[in-house]
């Protein structure tokens, strides 16, 4: 236990020394929604196109075949099934949107906390690797010099 104290304050005197600035975090949380709320948005486009240009083509063989109720049924059932899941990317990306804003602006929604700790669990550990990393480095360079 007594070792693990040193190296939780060379951990904290690193962050000390390192300070992370506001703006580049708040670019790189703005980029990040951008990026998954801009994806599920397109997602949700191309479902619809794809929806809508399935109902093109169906409409026809509907026509056609009209005393043939399966196919109709079929038919009704993936544009049913087009709609709803275009709608649903659509919700998402949109709740994405929202919630992102609220943690940009510090209003602190629901599993920001969770996230926080996973980033700064990410980061301890990310520290602890380069620390190992170098002291390797290092027993690695003393015993090649002997």
């Known amino acids: ?24 975090r ?6 990040t929604a951008v990026t998954l709320g801009g994806s599920l948005m397109v997602l949700s486009g191309l479902t619809l196109a794809a929806t809508v240009i399935a109902l093109v083509l169906a409409t026809p063989l509907l026509v ?5 109720l399966v196919p109709a049924a079929i038919t009704i059932f993936l ?7 275009s709608g649903g990317f659509g919700a998402t990306a949109s709740f994405l949107f929202y919630w992102m804003y609220k943690y940009v602006t510090g209003k ?31 027993g690695a360079a003393g015993q090649q010099s002997t």
Request: aromatic share 6%; hydrophobic share 35%.
């Open 1 to 24: 236990m007594a070792q693990n104290q040193p190296r939780f304050d060379v951990q904290q005197r690193y962050q000390q020394q390192q300070p992370q600035p506001q703006l580049s």
């Open 26 to 31: 708040q670019v790189a949380k703005t980029t």
């Open 64 to 68: 056609i075949f009209s005393p043939v």
């Open 79 to 85: 544009i049913l099934a087009g709609f709803v899941t």
């Open 108 to 138: 602190h929604p629901v599993g920001a906390d969770q996230l926080d700790r996973a980033r700064d669990k990410i980061s301890h550990a990310a520290y602890d690797v380069k620390e190992r990393a170098e002291h390797a480095a290092r």
